[in-house]
């Protein structure tokens, strides 16, 4: 297993690019499954930090999906032969405005593999760097981090929970419900079972109940900025740490700086558990 997981390096440096829309459509339906009230978009209004993430969607043909519901391994990500695959963090600058109406060139590459030693055995980390252009240029640079891991031991013990890093001067609750999973999971064309599909989740992965997908824990910590922010978000660098659960209350906080530049961030679960950390820098 060594050698064959030090192979995926060979990945490093595999680069592919793609052309997608931010429609009036789609803006309006991630609007919906934030709950926002928003007037109907409207060509050449700005699309909120973060809003890029439904950009993109990898699509591939159903014959192409793995047992998990992802696109099977070794198209542009490597072939990673451990079962578990979950989103664990990103980093992203805004370099210029993505607009309604605009074309999105996206231009991605890998740019690490990194094989580790956990708690619970093996797990790699593929970084891929994408930076998508507008028609005035650079607007979106950002690194993501996607982790592969070994099946749970059963019994096995959960790890230390981890308290939020400060004190909330911004906070909101939100419950997630299989409704929301599934409008987030549909908007980015997302099939990884563990957000559907109880039985799956449940049985083959082992976890108590659907997994809130990381993503969109990473958009409703961009959101919470975009509320309370005094100026838009220039960067921001998030780690998801512990998974969320389906009908189970999280707590978004976020603690700002004195000169209201930077601010902590975070997400916790029920049993206010870290779930999330981020930091953000603003304009």
């Not at 192409?64 to 490597?78: A, V």
């Not at 072939?79 to 578990?84: D, M």
């Not at 389906?246 to 779930?275: F, H, K, M, Q, Y």
């Amino acid at each position: 297993m060594d050698t064959k997981l030090e192979s995926l390096k060979d990945w490093i440096g595999q680069r592919e690019s793609a052309v997608d829309y931010v429609t009036v459509p789609l803006v309006q339906r991630l609007a919906a499954t934030l709950d926002r009230d928003d007037p109907l978009p409207k060509a050449g209004d700005p699309l909120p930090a973060g809003w890029h993430a439904v950009l993109f969607p990898r699509v591939v043909r159903h014959s192409q999906i793995g047992p998990d519901g992802h696109p099977r391994r070794g198209d542009f990500l490597p072939p990673v032969p451990l079962p578990r695959r979950m989103f664990a963090g990103k980093r992203v600058r805004f370099a210029g405005e993505l607009r309604v109406g605009d074309e999105v060139r996206r231009e991605s590459e890998i740019q690490n593999v990194a094989i580790k030693q956990g708690r619970t055995g093996q797990m790699v980390f593929v970084t891929v760097k994408t930076d998508l252009h507008s028609p005035r240029g650079l607007a979106v640079s950002e690194e993501q981090d996607i982790v592969y891991r070994e099946e749970p031991t059963p019994g096995a013990p959960a790890p230390a929970p981890q308290p939020a890093p400060g004190r909330a001067v911004w906070s909101r609750v939100v419950t997630p419900d299989p409704v929301l999973l599934f409008r987030y999971s549909a908007l980015t064309f997302n099939g990884h079972r563990i957000h559907y599909d109880l039985p799956y989740v449940t049985k083959t992965e082992g976890y108590p109940g659907l997994v809130m997908n990381g993503g969109l824990t990473t958009l409703l910590i961009f959101e919470l900025a975009r509320t309370h922010a005094s100026t838009p978000v220039a960067y921001m660098s998030s780690r998801n740490v512990r998974p969320l659960f389906v009908n189970r209350p999280i707590t978004l906080g976020a603690e700002p700086s004195v000169d209201n530049r930077t601010a902590t961030l975070w997400a916790t679960d029920d049993e206010g558990a870290l779930a999330l950390t981020a930091e953000a820098e603003f304009q």
